[in-house]
């Protein structure tokens, strides 16, 4: 009777011990998850804050306007030209 018992607590053990490996297995999995979100959320509200400045120079400084028509609309002012040098 007392082998049975033995066995017993030795089953039930080796089950707990197995179940708290695959929770432990989960929690990190769990864990880099959020590490993750956190990380992104980080990158995030820095980009958020970059754009609010952005948006906040467009409405405000003409010249800041003018910058980005010419840098990225290749867009000119009347009397001036555009010479391509190269292909």
Not at 10 to 22: A, D, H, S, Y
Request: glycine content about 6%; some cysteine.
């Amino acid at each position: 009777m007392r082998k049975i018992k033995n066995k017993t607590f030795l089953v039930i053990t080796l089950l707990f011990f197995i179940g708290i490996v695959k929770k432990g297995k989960d929690f990190c999995q769990v864990y880099k998850q959020l590490k993750f979100y956190e990380n992104e959320i980080k990158r995030l509200k820095k980009e958020n804050e970059l754009l609010a400045d952005k948006i906040e120079k467009i409405k405000t400084n003409p010249f800041y306007i003018e910058k980005i028509l010419r840098e990225n609309y290749g867009m000119v002012k009347e009397g001036e030209y555009i010479i391509k040098i190269g292909d």
